[in-house]
C-alpha cells in the first residue's frame, strides 16, 4: 500500500499523464486527512468537491484520519526536523501518517521528507 503525497494528487486532478499512470497501477492507495484538506483548499469553489469525492472513490483511494499515534509522531519529527531541516507541520503529519501504516510514500516533494528516519520513499517526477 502506498501514501499519496498532496502533489501527486494535485498533478492527477489536473489532468497531468504521470499521476494518471502511477495513481492507475498502484494498488492501496491512501492519502492523509491532511492531504484530503490540502485538496480541498484549493479547489476554486465548493461545486468541485464533488468531482473530488468521485475521484477519490474512483481510484480507490481511502482517506486515514489523524489520531493521536499519528500526532505524536508528527510532533516528534517537528521538534527533531524542523530546526535542522525546515519540516513544515503538515509535511510531518503526512510523514508520521505513512510511518504509523507502514506505508510507502508517493511524493514529488523528495526534499521535504528526505531526511525523515524510517522513511520510504517512492519519487514522483512531472516532466516538464
Known amino acids: 500500500m502506498t501514501l499519496v503525497d498532496t502533489d501527486v494528487l494535485i498533478w492527477f486532478l489536473r489532468g497531468r499523464d504521470e499521476a494518471r499512470r502511477i495513481l492507475l497501477k498502484t ?14 483548499q484549493g479547489l476554486r469553489d465548493r461545486k468541485e468537491l464533488p468531482l473530488l469525492h468521485r475521484t477519490l472513490a474512483n481510484l480507490g483511494i481511502r482517506t486515514i484520519e489523524i489520531d493521536s499515534s499519528i500526532s505524536s509522531r508528527a510532533s516528534l ?31 514529488g516533494n523528495f526534499k521535504n521528507y528526505k531526511d525523515v528516519p524510517g522513511l520510504e520513499l517512492h519519487r514522483f517526477v512531472v516532466k516538464a
Open 77 to 107: 519529527l517537528v521538534e527533531n526536523h524542523f530546526h535542522s531541516h525546515h519540516l513544515q507541520m503538515a509535511d510531518a503529519l503526512i510523514a508520521a501518517t505513512a510511518q504509523e501504516h507502514g506505508l510507502a510514500l508517493l511524493t
Open 27 to 40: 494498488e492501496g492507495l491512501r492519502i492523509s486527512a491532511v492531504t484530503r484538506m490540502e485538496v480541498v
